[in-house]
């Protein structure tokens, strides 16, 4: 079945660093989306990619779709004590229609 | 805002008891999805139903079934409750059957299984 593989698993940052983390996909995907979870919270839906090759930004908050179709990457400038959390990557394939697979999430730590 | 609403944040049961975790949503989402959740492995999809009494398994059904009478409601069962099933269980509701629409999650429901 479609796989979902999300890296690093862990990432600590000072306050100010950038942060990305990077998701590939076994297949290729007709959209990937992105969501965040605060310790102790549920996930949170971002943003959702479409497009090959497709770039978005949330104010700090960088978004790309891979020209493939079969990647992703986010990134965040200058991090923030409140960027701390779990972030997932989620994408549907061609034959996992309306189903979403998670990657396995990168827990962000953000030191002050 | 669209609310996703689980019936119980913490529960404790003993192994062999019939576990029923309910979930409601209340923006008439045609999708309801059940997803446990554990350390390293991200979110891993149980069940899943596009519509009233319709349901479809997703990539560890084994040992759960599911319940959708009503559009807002999705139960899901543990018939019989074994200790690998402690983990978190996330209901998530979205109104696209295409999937082109985020999912808003519920709080979660920590099952511990003893």
């Known amino acids: 079945g479609q796989q979902v593989m999300q890296i690093p698993q862990y990432q600590h940052v000072q306050e100010g660093e950038d942060f990305t983390t990077y998701c590939n996909s076994s297949?290729?995907?007709?959209?990937i989306q992105w969501y965040k979870q605060r310790p102790g919270g549920h996930p949170v839906f971002l943003i959702q990619?479409?497009?090959?090759?497709e770039v978005k930004k949330q104010k700090r908050l960088t978004f790309q779709f891979g020209e493939a179709k079969k990647n992703s990457s986010l990134h965040i400038t200058a991090t923030q004590t409140t960027d701390v959390g779990t972030y997932f990557c989620?994408?549907?394939?061609?034959?996992?229609?309306?189903?979403?697979?998670f990657g396995q999430g990168t827990i962000l730590t953000v030191h002050p | 805002d669209v609310k996703v609403t689980q019936s119980s944040r913490y529960l404790v049961k003993r192994t062999g008891e019939k576990v029923f975790l309910e979930c409601v949503q209340d923006m008439d989402h045609e999708n309801m999805f059940w997803y446990r959740q554990d350390p390293g492995l991200g979110l891993r999809l149980i069940y899943f139903s596009y519509d009233v009494k319709m349901k479809e398994k997703g990539d560890i059904p084994e040992g759960y079934s599911v319940s959708r009478e009503k559009k807002e409601r999705f139960s899901l069962i543990l018939e019989s409750a074994s200790t690998n099933q402690t983990s978190m269980y996330l209901c998530a509701s979205s109104r696209v059957r295409t999937g082109t629409a985020g999912y808003t999650f519920g709080s979660g429901t920590r099952l511990t299984v003893v």
């Open positions: 990619l479409v497009k090959s090759g």
């Open positions: 297949t290729t995907l007709s959209n």
């Open positions: 989620a994408g549907i394939g061609g034959t996992s229609y309306g189903k979403l697979t």
